[in-house]
């Protein structure tokens, strides 16, 4: 079975700094997806970052970048230049590679506010 | 182009009740998964459709049961309600190709009190 610890509950930022969100993972696979999903308080989960475990090159889109650390199972999100509309529920999530499609394993999430 | 549509918003049932939520999946999508989300967790897997069967399931109990239909829509069911079962409860859809793992598309949730 597989794991998502997000260890940082809560973490607040000045509005056009930098914040990175941690999240490590335990598994025994070796072909899985890693996403970070954002969650509003409008209650919808949004694809932020999806990160492929066999690609070595850190997924980025935009203002948002991953460090992903395969062997220390590690899947940090780096937001530049946070803006107002970045305050949310942060999820980590994983998925193993199958045919079709797997369930998604999420973390308890990171409440990061971001204060003008 | 339509996204992920759940209903209701909001329900508010009591203990021993009985509840059927919807979904419609995003258009073009054949493959729906629900989630259970408790206050201040994060989601939880509770089983996945894809061809009008249950594919996966996660570690819920059989109070817990759900359908697909032909165009491709989805009910999840709860039987006798506990108090525990107060959550918010998401759909997810995605398009199964055999190849690599599509992103799974999430709705707003439907909001389950129990009393």
């Known amino acids: 079975a597989q794991t998502v610890t997000q260890s940082q509950p809560e973490m607040s930022v000045q509005e056009a700094e930098t914040v990175t969100l941690s999240c490590t993972y335990d598994?025994?696979?070796?072909?899985?997806?890693l996403f970070w999903y954002k969650q509003p308080p409008s209650r919808q989960m949004i694809l932020v970052i999806r990160?492929?475990?066999?690609?070595?090159q850190n997924a980025t889109e935009n203002r948002f970048s991953v460090n992903f650390q395969k062997a220390a199972k590690s899947f940090s999100l780096k937001i530049s230049d946070s803006q107002l509309g970045d305050t949310a529920m942060y999820f980590c999530?994983?998925?193993?590679?199958?045919?079709?499609?797997?369930?998604?394993?999420f973390g308890t999430g990171t409440r990061l506010t971001i204060i003008p | 182009d339509a996204g992920v549509t759940q209903s209701p918003t909001h329900l508010i049932k009591t203990r021993g009740q009985q509840v059927t939520l919807r979904c419609s999946p995003k258009?073009?999508?054949?493959?729906v998964s629900w989630y259970q989300q408790a206050l201040g967790q994060g989601p939880q897997f509770i089983f996945q459709?894809?061809?009008?069967?249950?594919?996966q399931r996660g570690n819920f109990p059989d109070r817990f049961s759900g359908h697909q239909f032909p165009n491709y829509s989805s009910e999840l069911n709860v039987n006798a309600l506990l108090l525990g079962d107060s959550a918010l409860y998401l759909c997810?859809?995605?398009?199964?190709?055999?190849?690599?793992?599509?992103?799974?598309?999430f709705g707003d949730g439907t909001r389950l009190s129990i009393l």
């Open positions: 997810a859809s995605s398009l199964t190709t055999g190849l690599s793992n599509q992103p799974q598309h």
């Open positions: 598994t025994s696979e070796n072909n899985y997806y």
């Open positions: 990160q492929e475990a066999y690609k070595q």
């Open positions: 999530a994983f998925m193993k590679e199958a045919f079709g499609n797997e369930k998604l394993t």
């Open positions: 258009s073009g999508h054949d493959t």
């Open positions: 459709y894809y061809e009008e069967e249950e594919r």
